[in-house]
């Protein structure tokens, strides 16, 4: 028997991300959050995300969505883009590191991933 497809509102998403963010150190300004087709993708090919990084991605209806949510983010610190992106359903979000792109590290914190 299979489960019924249940997908979470766009406020749902966005409080598990907000509580992943404060559940890993850092101040708000070290995380960068953007919108693409597809968000590990993005996270892995584009901004260098290792997998002892930081970070998420969540799928959510449509562009519009993906948009207004990292524009909340952004709003409240995150540092990004959140423009509307044709196709660009999936948020990310991940912790700045020496090695991702955006190479900055605001909060000091050294990376462990080797």
Known sequence: MSLP??????????NEIVSFMKRHAGRDESWYVGTA????????SV???????????????TSSDAAALATY???HG?????GRKPEATSVY???MARH??????????ASRCA
Request: aromatic content about 8%; proline content about 2%; charged content about 25%.
């Open 100 to 109: 991702t792109s955006p190479a900055r590290l605001s909060n000091g914190l």
């Open 37 to 44: 087709k597809d968000g590990r993708a993005q996270l892995f």
């Open 47 to 61: 901004h260098g995300f290792k997998k002892c990084d930081v970070g998420l991605y969540r799928t959510v209806a």
């Open 78 to 82: 995150a540092q990004g883009d959140s």
């Open 5 to 14: 497809n249940i997908k979470k509102s766009l406020m749902q998403i966005q």
């Open 93 to 95: 979000i991940f912790r």
């Open 73 to 75: 983010l952004m709003d």
